[in-house]
C-alpha cells in the first residue's frame, strides 16, 4: 500500500491562507496584517508564515512590497490562466466557465489542426484514437483522451494552443472522477471521438470544427450531468 503524504504545517497554512483569500476574508487589493499579528493569529511560527507567504506569492495571489507589507493581489485582474487548476480545486462553480472555453477552443484548435497537420502528426492522431479504444478502464480512457486533443493543439503549429490545452486539462483532470462519464465504455469514446480525428487528417476544416463542436457539446453535458 503506498503511504499517503503528511501534510506538514506550511501546507495547512498555505491552504488556510489561500481559502481566507479566495472566500474573501482578505480582499483582492488588501494589504494582509503585520507578519507577527498573522502568525499569532494563525498560530503558527513568523517562519512558517513566510515559508506560506512564498508559496501563495509563487501561485499569483500575494505580492510583497518591502516596507509595505504583503497584498492580496487581484488575480482576476492580473492573474493567468495557470491560476485556474487552483480555482478549480476551491470552487467547483468554474467548471462551467472551464467548459465554455474549452468548446470555443477547442473547435479553433480542430480547424486550425485540420489546415495545419503533417502527414507524421495525422498518424499519431490516429495512433492516439487506436488508445482510447484500447484503454482498460474508464480513467485510462479518460487520460487517453486528453492525450488525443493535446496532439491536436500540437497540430496545430501554434505553441499558446498547446499551452492553453494542457491548462484546460490540469484545472478539471484533478477532478477527473466525477466526470468519468463520456469514458465508461472504451469503444463508444473512441467512436465518439472518430470523425473529428478522421475530419483532420482528411485536412477538412470545417468538417474538423463541426465534429469537434458535436463532440465537446456531448461530452460536456454527459460531464456536467455526472457532476450534479
Known amino acids: 500500500m503506498e503511504t499517503l503524504p503528511r501534510e506538514t504545517i ?9 481559502e481566507d483569500i479566495l472566500t474573501g476574508r482578505h480582499p483582492a487589493g488588501s494589504y494582509l496584517p503585520p507578519e507577527r499579528t498573522l502568525a499569532d493569529g494563525y498560530g503558527v511560527t513568523r517562519t512558517t508564515l513566510k515559508h506560506a507567504f512564498g508559496r501563495l506569492t509563487q501561485a499569483g495571489l500575494l505580492e510583497t512590497r518591502h ?22 480545486r476551491h470552487s467547483p462553480d468554474w467548471i462551467g466557465e472551464v467548459f ?19 502527414d507524421r502528426q495525422r498518424a499519431e492522431l490516429r495512433e492516439r484514437l487506436a488508445a482510447v479504444g484500447d484503454a482498460a478502464d474508464p480513467d485510462a480512457v479518460q487520460l487517453a483522451d486528453a492525450e488525443v486533443h493535446k496532439a491536436l493543439a500540437r497540430a496545430t503549429g501554434n505553441r499558446v494552443y498547446v499551452l492553453l490545452t494542457n491548462t484546460l486539462f490540469n484545472a478539471y483532470l484533478p477532478m477527473r472522477a466525477a466526470f468519468k462519464g463520456p469514458f465508461m465504455d472504451a469503444e463508444v469514446a473512441r467512436g465518439r471521438l472518430e470523425p473529428l480525428v478522421e475530419a483532420v487528417a482528411a485536412g477538412d476544416g470545417t468538417g474538423a470544427r463541426r465534429a469537434a463542436e458535436r463532440y465537446l457539446a456531448e461530452t460536456e453535458q454527459i460531464m456536467l450531468e455526472g457532476l450534479a
Open 67 to 88: 516596507g509595505v507589507g504583503t497584498r492580496v493581489r487581484d488575480y482576476l485582474r492580473l492573474g493567468g490562466a495557470d491560476l485556474l487548476p487552483m480555482l478549480v
Open 10 to 18: 506550511v501546507d495547512v497554512l498555505e491552504n488556510r491562507l489561500r
Open 100 to 118: 465554455e472555453v474549452r468548446g470555443s477552443v477547442g473547435a479553433l484548435i480542430a480547424e486550425r489542426a485540420a489546415v495545419r497537420a503533417s
